[in-house]
């Protein structure tokens, strides 16, 4: 009975050890890797200008008038 108290009392302190050290590495700020300030800067095989690039405005389609058939003018 012994043993098995051992192992018992043993998983429990391996698990709060754990949960101790998941806890201050979610408080304490990550020194090794600061946040990206622009994730839109991944480098890209594509030569892409910011001349190039259009910028498009999209309506929502209503179901009713999409429903009725185009009249020929």
């Known amino acids: 009975m012994s043993l098995l108290r051992f192992i018992l ?10 949960t101790i050290k998941n806890v ?3 408080l304490a700020p990550n020194k090794n890797n600061p946040p990206k300030k622009n994730v839109n800067t991944a480098s890209s095989k594509y030569k ?9 405005h999209f309506e929502e389609l209503n ?10 003018p």
């Open 9 to 18: 009392y043993s998983l429990l302190f391996y698990l709060a050890i754990r």
């Open 24 to 26: 201050m590495n979610f």
């Open 48 to 56: 892409i200008e910011k001349e190039d690039v259009i910028e498009a």
């Open 63 to 72: 179901s009713a008038k999409s429903e009725k058939p185009k009249e020929k």
